[in-house]
């Protein structure tokens, strides 16, 4: 482990644990860091999110990994991928997840621009059969964007590291989630109210923008003006407008998944019944990501 950069410093064929072999390293984030990794138990390759050596002994991140860990434990849907196991206590706190084979949306969109309408229409029914089965089992995700989707078939929404029980996503006051994909209420939840299953259609909705046009909905805000819509620019109220050559079913369930106000945005089933239509008009082909 190393202090400065408060990593595990493992290097592949290392032991995370006695049944896990780290293979290579995925990324991470501020309290986490991914590796793939063989396990033992399952035979198999698998992700393991590991807490990062400072927060180890901290309370809150212990807290954060195991409601991680409820969260997966609850969700049983195929287009999120699956927790195997956790071990919330021990030199190195961890959460054992199925591995996705794919790239990001993310990465497609940086490498290859705008996808398709043969690409995007199946990612849109995907991650709406998700929003629907959350709410039924009483969930919101509330970090929805194309580097939490794995591209395949069918896509798999990953990282429930923010998600919440509704009940709990109506008692957050302070802003939660990626900055550029928050829905309004999720940037001011004090003034605009809490986040609720609505502000992952807003997510979605952003998602969809940007895999349909290449672009984020909204340019990045400044994080030290002391104008709110400045640093969130979602709040000034202002839905983006996708190009004209976009189906324009396509164009108005975005834009409406966009709107301000969580009541006029539609529901999961209702973007689902607007755009199986459009993908069944699509020419039927076989679809092959290449990721240099």
Not at 13 to 35: C, F, K, V
Not at 128 to 155: F, W
Request: glycine letters at 8%.
């Amino acid at each position: 482990m190393s202090g400065a950069t408060d990593d595990w410093c493992l290097t592949p064929g290392d032991a995370i644990t006695p049944e896990l072999t780290a293979m290579r390293l995925l990324g991470g984030g501020s309290s986490y860091e991914a590796w793939l990794a063989f396990d033992e138990i399952t035979y198999a390759p698998v992700v393991v999110k590991l807490l990062r050596p400072s927060r180890v002994g901290d309370e809150s991140g212990l807290r954060g990994l195991r409601r991680e860990a409820e969260a997966l434990a609850a969700i049983n849907h195929p287009v999120v991928v699956r927790g195997l196991r956790h071990v919330a206590d021990g030199p190195r706190p961890h959460l054992v997840l199925e591995q996705a084979d794919g790239p990001r949306l993310s990465t497609l969109v940086r490498r290859h621009g705008p996808l398709s309408e043969q690409q995007y229409l199946p990612l849109a029914l995907d991650v709406a059969s998700v929003l629907h089965y959350l709410r039924h089992v009483g969930y919101v995700h509330l970090d929805l964007k194309p580097s939490n989707i794995i591209m395949g078939a069918p896509a798999r929404v990953i990282d429930l590291s923010v998600a919440r029980t509704i009940e709990e996503a109506a008692q957050l006051r302070t802003p939660i989630g990626t900055d550029a994909y928050m829905a309004p209420e999720q940037c001011d939840p004090t003034n605009l109210g809490a986040p609720t299953p609505e502000s992952d259609v807003w997510g979605l909705g952003a998602t969809l923008h940007e895999a349909i046009s290449g672009e984020k909905p909204f340019a990045k805000g400044d994080p030290k003006s002391t104008d709110p819509a400045a640093v969130h620019p979602q709040l000034a109220g202002r839905t983006p407008l996708l190009g004209k050559k976009v189906p324009a079913e396509v164009r108005d369930i975005v834009h409406a998944a966009l709107a301000p106000e969580p009541e006029q945005r539609p529901t999961p089933a209702e973007i689902s019944e607007t755009l199986q239509p459009v993908l069944e008009r699509q020419p039927v082909h076989r679809l092959s990501f290449k990721v240099r």
